[in-house]
């Protein structure tokens, strides 16, 4: 035995002693990866226990184990997570919270909801909905994600453009430190001013500072019905141009999407379900709300008079519930429909006036390059996902495409004033990426805060930083 097998050996007694046989899991294999396409992992990844804390208590007593034997700790919440931050880069624990799934509370006086972390997306909306008159608006598309999860990555998804995104939602944390020591954040409360905002910082920290236990959120009134548009346009340019338009009308939609057609079709083969409209080249859907039948008529009436003066085809409005959700359910899995095929989904965030200009540029680059780039996403908030993919290129072709492409469309974004992930994170795949777009004296303040948290580097070693 090496001396990280021992040191692992006796982490593995101890653990065994706090949570029991059945909460152990030796055999990694369905922990490795998350939704990143998946990279090569070096064989010692694989050295890793998986243990399943039912409380809090038991994360903390963990951290303790781990944090005295100097042992490396992965959290991993419901593994939907495209940039690697979930998964084991070297020898260690890897503490899954799926076994920490408890509602706590549907607070409706308050309007809030108090979830423990390995809550899944789906579950809380289970819930929430059945309290009339309540929602939850942040849906990121994956609804297996667990909240711990969705927090630490300041998930955003479709509905971002009216509603925001998960950090304007959560207003109290549960947090174990890598130490041990068990955290409250916040509360629930709508402000406060209280010293550094420590929660904000826990938001999109990816798992690097501390472990999120329980989560207090904001709930807001049920925002009434919704029609969902489907415009398709001949050319890219037209449908984009189309958005910034829209987005000054002094309508908000819930959703703005862009969708190249060929990844509709990628998402009509893995739901098995139809596209309303099977002609143009690029679509765009757009979800509004309203009180009544005579507010979603007026904001309709007047995306459609936009839309067709960028040269829209057709305008055609999903009413019905269920043709509205098969709609989003399309869009939601393009990337699951791609997935085997792609090699890295960029998820850059530009200004959203400048979305169309991006995208474009990025189009006639792809082409020049010889590499396919589905451009598909939240085009209302600047964030259009591009998948590139291999469409049977041999492996040192890809990657030098890639590359190039990868770094075009970076220096872009940064030229628009925008970054190089808006929701999808740094995790392990865009890390060197991240050091050359940020400033020195940003990257000391990060590795600084990481320190205060994690003086020993122990949390999700090799994330981020
Ligand atoms: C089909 C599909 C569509 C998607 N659409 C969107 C989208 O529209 N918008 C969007 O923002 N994202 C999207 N995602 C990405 C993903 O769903 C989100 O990043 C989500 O927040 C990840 O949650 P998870 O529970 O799966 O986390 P994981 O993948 O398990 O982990 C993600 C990170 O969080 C850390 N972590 C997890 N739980 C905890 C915890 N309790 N405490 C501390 N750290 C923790 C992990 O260590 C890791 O660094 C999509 C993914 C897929 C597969």
Request: charged share 25%.
């Amino acid at each position: 035995m090496d001396g990280v097998e021992s040191v692992l050996s006796v982490a593995i007694s101890r653990l065994e002693a706090l949570l029991g046989e059945r909460h152990l899991v030796l055999d990694p294999e369905g922990y490795l990866y998350d939704e990143t396409p998946k990279p090569v992992r070096p064989e010692a990844c694989r050295n890793v226990v998986v243990v399943k804390p039912g409380t809090t208590e038991e994360v903390s007593q963990i951290m303790k184990i781990a944090s005295d034997l100097n042992i490396p700790v992965f959290v991993r919440g419901g593994g939907t997570g495209l940039s690697g931050g979930a998964i084991p880069t070297r020898p260690g624990i890897v503490i899954s919270m799926e076994r920490m799934n408890r509602i706590v509370e549907i607070d409706d006086k308050n309007l809030m909801a108090v979830c423990e972390a390995g809550v899944t997306l789906r579950q809380l909306l289970d819930s929430v909905e059945k309290i009339p008159g309540l929602s939850f608006p942040p849906h990121p598309g994956d609804e297996s994600a667990q909240i711990g999860g969705l927090v630490v990555s300041n998930a955003g998804g479709a509905r971002a453009v009216k509603y925001g995104v998960m950090r304007n939602y959560v207003v109290g944390l549960e947090i174990v430190l890598p130490t041990g020591e068990i955290l409250n954040l916040g509360g629930k409360i709508i402000k406060n001013t209280t010293g550094y905002d420590l929660l904000h910082l826990v938001v999109g920290s990816q798992g690097t500072l501390c472990i999120v236990t329980k989560v207090i959120l904001r709930l807001i009134p049920e925002p009434g019905a919704t029609y969902t548009l489907v415009i398709p346009f001949e050319s890219a340019e037209n449908a984009i141009r189309a958005v910034p338009e829209i987005l000054k009308s002094g309508i908000v939609p819930l959703a703005i999407e862009y969708m190249d057609i060929e990844a509709i079709r990628a998402g009509e083969a893995v739901t098995g379900k139809k596209w309303p409209h099977g002609g143009g080249n690029a679509h765009l859907m757009v979800i509004v709300d309203g009180v009544d039948e005579d507010e979603l008529i007026q904001k309709s009436e007047v995306i459609e008079r936009i839309s067709r003066d960028y040269g829209a085809l057709d305008v055609l409005v999903g009413i019905g519930r269920r043709e509205q959700r098969d709609i989003l359910e399309i869009r939601s899995l393009i990337y699951e429909g791609l997935k085997d095929e792609t090699i890295e989904v960029l998820d850059v965030s530009v200004p959203p006036a400048t979305i169309a200009e991006f995208v474009e540029r990025c189009q006639k680059e792809a082409e020049r390059i010889g590499v396919k780039v589905l451009h598909f996403g939240h085009a209302g908030d600047g964030n259009v996902h591009q998948q590139v993919l291999k469409s049977g290129m041999d492996e040192s072709e890809w990657k030098e495409k890639y590359m190039k492409f990868k770094e075009f469309a970076f220096s872009v974004a940064r030229e628009l004033g925008g970054v190089i992930t808006g929701e999808h994170g740094i995790g392990e795949v865009k890390k060197e990426d991240m050091f050359k777009t940020i400033s020195q004296k940003e990257l000391e303040l990060m590795r600084a805060i990481k320190r205060v948290f994690d003086p020993n580097g122990i949390l999700n070693p090799g994330k981020v930083l």
